[in-house]
């Protein structure tokens, strides 16, 4: 109950845990970016992902919409402490503004 308190009141994601021995709950999946930029994120099992599917993850500045490629086992890892989460899945307007910005990318390449 108090980790569950602790979490409204500070806005942390549930997939960041203190303790790396409360992370059993918890799942490592590889996710590629714009560009063929692929890293590694915690994902809680209360978040559903399939194969394939958007997801929003943590950012140094925000958060980024990335595609979900594979799991990857936790005990691959030294640790998983400094690791950054996925925050949920993406929803239609997340990937509507994505496509809308990659296709003012490729206008602005042309102008270019």
Same mark, same amino acid.
């Given at each position: 109950?108090?980790?569950?308190?602790?979490?409204?009141?500070?806005?942390?994601?549930?997939?960041?845990? &203190?303790?790396?021995?409360? /992370? !059993?709950?918890?799942?490592?999946? &590889?996710?590629?970016?714009?560009?063929?930029?692929?890293?590694?994120?915690?994902?809680?099992?209360?978040?559903?992902?399939?194969?394939?599917?958007?997801?929003?993850?943590?950012?140094?500045?925000? &958060?980024?919409?990335?595609?979900?490629?594979?799991?990857?086992?936790?005990? *691959?890892?030294? !640790?998983?402490?400094?690791?950054? !989460?996925?925050?949920?899945?993406? /929803?239609?307007?997340?990937?509507?503004?994505?496509?809308?910005?990659?296709?003012?990318?490729? !206008? *602005?390449?042309?102008?270019?």
């Amino acid at each position: 109950m108090e980790e569950h308190n602790k979490q409204h009141t500070t806005g942390t994601p549930a997939a960041v845990h &203190e303790n790396e021995s409360h /992370t !059993s709950d918890v799942k490592v999946y &590889e996710i590629e970016f714009k560009g063929s930029r692929r890293d590694f994120f915690l994902c809680p099992d209360r978040i559903q992902v399939k194969p394939l599917d958007f997801l929003i993850v943590q950012a140094d500045r925000g &958060e980024h919409i990335g595609r979900f490629i594979r799991y990857s086992d936790k005990d *691959a890892f030294e !640790s998983t402490k400094d690791m950054k !989460s996925i925050l949920r899945r993406a /929803t239609y307007t997340d990937i509507q503004i994505m496509m809308d910005n990659r296709q003012k990318e490729e !206008s *602005a390449f042309e102008v270019c």
